[in-house]
């Protein structure tokens, strides 16, 4: 019962892609980590792939909680920014962003470009949410093949739970299509 509340829809869901795509990169587990307590991230440009984290923390997001990292029982927001080189690709071919589990609302940006989230019925939306469930987000048109690419998610806590989760539960990967 626990694997399947909190595990089976990662697991899942990890299965296909290993299956059916390419996986570009290996999963992303270090990410520079800082809280946005006055939500000031966006207009200072915490997204863009210029701005300066080297005085961010760095977490292991597979092993890091929210709780770890003195955030127990944080309701806000905090930013994740990673720095990946996603090889060159075939022309046409797709190429995602893949996160397996979330606590909160995410928001995506890759290279600075809002990248919106699309359900399955083709409505979009500008961020993301849901409690350990995997998502898939086209990064196709924002991505640079070959070439070192940022990736800068805002997480945003929206239930307080007794866990002290929030934000990324489990290590991203960028894949694309055979």
């Known amino acids: 019962l626990y694997f399947d509340a909190f595990y089976k829809a ?4 990890a299965t296909r892609i290993a299956t059916q795509y390419q996986l570009l990169t290996p999963t992303l587990r270090a990410w520079k980590f800082q809280s946005d307590k006055e939500k000031q ?23 890091d909680t929210w709780s770890s990292l003195g955030l127990h029982n944080y ?3 905090a930013w994740y920014r990673s720095t990946v080189k996603v090889p060159a690709h075939p022309a046409g071919k797709k190429v995602y962003l893949w996160l397996g589990s979330t606590d909160g609302r995410v928001k995506v940006f890759i290279n600075g470009s809002h990248v919106p989230y699309v359900n399955e019925k083709g409505e979009s939306a500008d961020s993301f949410s849901g409690f350990c469930q995997p998502i898939s987000l086209d990064i196709s048109a924002a991505v640079k093949p070959g070439e070192d690419n940022q990736i800068t998610l805002l997480c945003t806590r929206e239930i307080v739970n007794e866990l002290g989760t929030g934000g990324l539960l489990a290590p991203p990967v960028i894949y694309g299509e055979k």
Do not use: N, R
Request: aromatic share 14%; charged share 25%.
């Open 75 to 77: 309701m806000g927001s």
């Open 41 to 63: 991230g966006e207009t200072q440009g915490w997204a863009k792939p210029a701005f300066d984290d080297s005085a961010w923390k760095t977490t292991d997001v597979p092993v």
């Open 10 to 13: 990662t697991y899942d869901d």
